[in-house]
């Protein structure tokens, strides 16, 4: 596809000091995918492979004024959005979204780092699905995090799919991603996309086992939100971001630690 501009992708999310996660890896993919990144900071965690150890929100008005800044000046092509942090943030985020007319906006539901630590206050669950989910393109769930938002223990089989993707319907979503990485299969890593059609379109790649597992969220929802920019469908979008994944898994920065962490205890990067 050809352009008469750069393709733009504001990314909405927290500050990952350990640079594997969050505004720096979305950074990241959306200029190796030849898009041009704006950022806004939803909050600075202090991090490291072996977890988030602090956070700080962003106070509201510098918040905003990042938004603005930007969406005063410059035509966004798509929003991906990550780590929430609490209910005032995403209200900023609902109505810039109304007040802009933002189009292509991916949301990746981030509730829990890997390690533990909440990346959204667990009282602002419900503001995140009341406010965003009709407002956005597609959201990103794990299973994990389809469990916390629709209070069930799905494992992530097959035949699941549909009753997950209807449950999220019912919160407001208009098009899902259910990605399977949680999933019990051992061979594959099928991620399936659900529109209110309810047509299921899989994606699969093979299951790698890798310790380069910290911010493969980040990177697949700003890689669909990069792609988007671009002007493909959202099938195409998916399928193009989820084999950049799975080379970036194969390619991983390889970094020197300070000590042998126990068992896989350790968050490596992608990129
Ligand atoms: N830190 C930030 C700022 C994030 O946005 C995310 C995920 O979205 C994480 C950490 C999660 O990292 P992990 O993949 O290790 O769970």
Redesign the pocket.
Known sequence: MLFDHTPTVLTI????NYG????QVDAKVIHTLGGYAFTAIT?L?A?NST??KDSFVTPEQIFKAQLTSILDDIEVDAVKI??LANAEIITIIAEVIDKYKLKNIVL?T?LV???GKA?LEPSAIRTMVKELFPRVDIITPNIPEVNALLGTEYTGKNDEIEVMSKGLFELGAKAVLLKGGHSSDNQNATDHLVEKSFKIVPFTTTRLHTTH??????VLSSAIATHLAKGESLVKSIALSKTFLYKSLHTASTIKFKYIAKNDSR?EPLL
């Not at 597992?213 to 980040?218: D, S």
């Open positions: 999310a927290g500050s990952d594997g996660a969050g505004i909050a965690t991090q977890g988030v990550g780590m990746d981030v780092s890997s390690s990346l597992t910290h911010g493969t969220g980040c968050k």
